[in-house]
């Protein structure tokens, strides 16, 4: 019975996730997140595994991503950051690869303001 908590103690230990420390958001994009456009050179992106799904605003050197159908990311670490790659497919098979600007949590407009 002893080992039984243990491996689950393990897993729980191990279960990849964002990482729900004091203010840092992380998105570890070798596990599942979603991620789409917001506007401009902007995406959102949070991680759907855990018990941490708070939003990232990532800045990009990506063009025209509202045409973008699917938005990928890669990190060579654990934790999305500045430096990092962004890949886009269009419906139509167009593919652009760009980096990330800027990481700065999302924090949606409330429905009384308009920008």
Do not use: W
Not at 66 to 72: G, K, L, V, W, Y
């Amino acid at each position: 019975m002893k080992t039984a908590y243990i491996v689950i103690a393990g897993l729980l230990a191990t279960a990849p996730a964002a990482a729900a420390t004091q203010g840092k958001i992380c998105i570890d994009p070798h596990y599942s997140y979603q991620a789409h456009y917001l506007s401009g050179h902007d995406i959102v992106a949070k991680a759907t595994l855990g018990n941490d799904h708070r939003e990232l605003r990532l800045t990009t050197t990506c063009f025209n991503l509202s045409s973008a159908f699917q938005i990928s990311l890669s990190t060579e670490f654990s934790c999305i950051d500045k430096g990092d790659q962004v890949a886009t497919n269009t419906i139509d098979g167009e593919h652009q690869s760009c980096r990330i600007t800027h990481v700065e949590p999302y924090v949606p407009a409330t429905s009384g303001e308009h920008g």
